[in-house]
């Protein structure tokens, strides 16, 4: 939900620590019309699960939300009071789940009071496996359940005296519930064949094990004796108890399409059996299947196909899944609808239906299509995030683009948002002004996936942008507002000399070879980082998109975002000086954040990559990521975009701007800046004894150079009335020395 926001960053006691560099979580508090966000940097939803647990064992549950855009698990403490909804995102309990695919239910099978983990299996094989939940502490932790089988899943046993494992797909979401009322949990879900339900009843208590024991055998498989044809929301229905519809008789002509559903299972009209609410991939609806039979014969015998009719119908474009849990701390369950598709979903709704009665005869009436997600920056499918000072005055401002938000029909809708940091240099806080911001929408039908960049392209002082795209080519648009003003560019020209990576550009301006020349970066689909030489001029930029032409386009580095397996990576790339030498980190397809060294001097050669998991950071598929220096306290923040829509940040150790190489005699003999801070100009000192010509470099808070020259003296003045207020970064290079000093601009 994006309107108007006013952040302020907080640090949460969340650490890692990896190839020395230190990571701690931020929290934002946003403003949106007046209302303060609770949940900002929460990552964005698309396609949530939702389930109850107690993560920090107080007695109060709170919620699990797994979305299976990213395999991304969320968790929020419970904060509300009776009749009220106030989850609060808790990062520091995600660690406590293992890692998980596809789709997830947390259900107490043991009766213990502490939810266990069932989940699709991590063995490549559609079945399900298990984890047991117990406290470590004050905090929800888990271990695998050992069934003792082939790929430590469910197994069942079948006629020709062998074993198979319980089948439950990538696509289908199961219902783990009582269905034979005998006081263990069995599992409800579409077989093989598609059309008709089977129950895989567990046999703990009839064996003798009570609830401790998950042992499983098919039970059922046309359970209720309904088909869901594929064709139609409406199922097929038998005449009565103990029959099972011959969908196959009724449709002789029929190919069966079981392309995915939903299941979720509770008892309605409190007369002990399991009622149904079905969602199918083909439709919009969710299909309220109503038992009138037994626990020992489920007979659906009635259904309301836009359920609920008597009041809001829940339609989402596809694929509907819904959810079972007391949202409100009022003792009643309520009725969480959402989508359950990968792709093309709804990406923006989450719709929470109070339940006005009691659970044992649960009435819903609608409340909201946004919940938790109005509590959320999330802009929709995608968020590429990116930092500039669009009005000169200092202070980084937050640029975030996406790849649509839904809409109907296979038509798009794709934005960048400016975000104006209206705060301090200490405070960053940052306001909306633009939801269009370059006037990009309006290409936003032929092409989508905006990835803006920017620099200084003609030498005139000021920021000019060049745009990635999802059809692999760049827009140029130049900076007619001149030094210290705000952002201001003439019409954009597209297909900019003729640079085409295939699809999905992501582009980075940066002098990668240290000559005085920004080059373009810029990562792509496939995976990899194609490298343009500017050729030309501080003036008049070159860069020959021709590889057999012009062999400083190249793939750079040797780098690939692409996993085993895959044929894409979606490379963004972002390389950072730090301590005078350039570092990679570069967001992939798989979310993963991949560090790579060894870059200068070596553009011809491999980078030696320092991690393929930065942080162990999680944060979903598709990761982009943005630093500056936001408190302007020498280190960089971290935003990191995903496909889900929202962004997640963190502080780093990572120095900002370009930083002082300890080994360099430059130091030890000693640059001097005076004044420092400065307001028109400051003068540089070199001691008398180091002659020759002297390099001055000047950079902003997120590395961008701003300027190159060189001198001969031993001193030398800047002038400063063309750089607004704020942190720079002068560094100076002399023989072989290098050294770099922190310049605050009043």
Wanted: hydrophobic share 40%.
């Amino acid at each position: 939900m994006i309107k108007k926001l006013i952040v302020c960053l907080i640090t949460l006691p969340l650490f890692y620590t990896l190839n020395g560099q230190i990571i701690d979580r931020l929290q934002a508090e946003f403003i949106v019309e007046g209302v303060t966000l609770k949940n900002p940097l929460a990552g964005g939803l698309n396609s949530p699960q939702l389930s109850e647990v107690d993560l920090n064992n107080d007695g109060k549950q709170d919620l699990f939300i797994f979305d299976r855009v990213g395999n991304k698990v969320l968790t929020f403490l419970n904060e509300g009071n009776a009749g009220e909804s106030d989850y609060v995102f808790a990062p520091e309990y995600i660690s406590q789940f293992p890692p998980m695919e596809e789709w997830v239910l947390l259900r107490d099978y043991n009766g213990d009071g502490i939810v266990d983990i069932f989940a699709y299996s991590d063995q490549q094989v559609d079945g399900v496996m298990v984890y047991t939940g117990y406290y470590d502490g004050d905090k929800i932790a888990f271990n695998r359940f050992n069934f003792n089988a082939p790929l430590n899943i469910i197994f069942i046993p079948i006629n020709n005296g062998g074993t198979t494992q319980l089948y439950v797909s990538t696509i289908d979401y199961p219902a783990v519930d009582d269905m034979d009322c005998d006081g263990d949990l069995d599992i409800l879900t579409f077989g093989l064949g598609g059309g008709y339900v089977d129950l895989f009843c567990n046999q703990s208590v009839e064996m003798g094990y009570g609830t401790d024991s998950l042992i499983f055998k098919l039970c059922e498989s046309c359970w209720g004796g309904f088909y869901e044809s594929g064709i139609s929301t409406v199922v097929d229905l038998a005449a009565g108890p103990g029959e099972c519809f011959n969908g196959l008789q009724q449709d002789e002509d029929l190919e069966f399409r079981h392309a995915g559903s939903t299941l979720l299972t509770y008892d309605g009209d409190n007369d002990g059996d399991k009622e149904l609410i079905l969602g199918d991939l083909s439709f919009t609806n969710l299909n309220y299947l109503i038992n009138g039979g037994t626990c020992g014969e489920a007979w659906i015998n009635n259904q309301d196909e836009t359920f609920p009719s008597y009041d809001v119908v829940f339609d989402v474009p596809i694929y509907p899944a819904s959810f079972y849990l007391d949202v409100n701390n009022d003792g009643k369950k309520d009725l969480i609808g959402a989508v359950n598709a990968r792709r093309n979903a709804e990406d923006n709704e989450l719709w929470f239906y109070e339940n006005v009665t009691s659970t044992e005869y649960p009435v819903f009436a609608f409340q909201d299509k946004e919940f938790l997600i109005s509590d959320m920056i999330d802009i929709g499918s995608g968020a590429r995030p990116q930092f500039i000072d669009y009005n000169a005055d200092g202070l980084q401002d937050l640029i975030l683009s996406n790849y649509s938000f839904y809409e109907p029909f296979g038509m798009f809708n794709a934005r960048v948002f400016l975000f104006e940091n209206i705060g301090t240099a200490a405070v960053p806080a940052f306001e909306l002004v633009n939801d269009d911001f370059l006037g990009l929408n309006a290409f936003t039908q032929t092409t989508r996936y905006f990835a803006p960049a920017f620099g200084d392209m003609d030498n005139d002082g000021d920021l000019d942008v060049i745009i990635g795209e999802q059809n692999g080519m760049l827009f140029y648009g130049e900076n007619i507002a001149g030094p210290n003003q705000p952002l201001q560019y003439n019409n954009l020209t597209y297909n900019y000399m003729n640079i085409n990576v295939g699809q999905a550009s992501t582009p980075q301006i940066v002098d990668l070879n240290r000559d005085g020349l920004l080059d373009l970066l810029i990562g792509s689909q496939v995976g990899r980082i194609s490298y343009y030489q500017n050729m030309g001029t501080a003036e008049v930029a070159e860069f020959n998109a021709d590889p057999e032409l012009a062999p400083n386009q190249k793939k750079i580095g040797n780098v690939d975002a692409r996993i085993p397996g895959y044929s894409t990576g979606f490379s963004t790339p972002l390389f950072v000086d730090i301590d005078g030498q350039f570092k990679l980190f570069m967001g992939t397809e798989t979310g993963r954040i991949e560090v790579y060294s060894n870059i200068d001097g070596n553009l011809d050669g491999e980078f030696d990559l320092d991690t393929e998991s930065f942080g162990d950071l999680k944060e979903g598929f598709q990761t982009h990521l943005a630093m500056a220096d936001l408190d302007q306290n020498g280190l960089m923040e971290l935003i990191v975009g995903n496909y889900r829509g929202g962004i997640s940040g963190y502080h780093t150790n990572i120095p900002s701007g370009v930083n002082t190489n300890t080994q360099s005699p430059l130091r030890n003999l000693g640059l001097k800046l005076y004044p420092n801070p400065a307001a028109e100009r400051v003068t540089l000192a070199l001691p008398t004894e180091l002659v020759g010509e002297k390099i001055l470099e000047l950079y902003n808070a997120t590395g961008q150079q701003l300027l190159r020259r060189s001198w001969s003296g031993q001193r030398t003045e800047l002038a400063l009335d063309a750089f607004p207020a704020g942190i720079y970064w002068i560094r100076v290079l002399a023989g072989n020395g290098m050294q770099t000093k922190r310049l605050v601009v009043q």
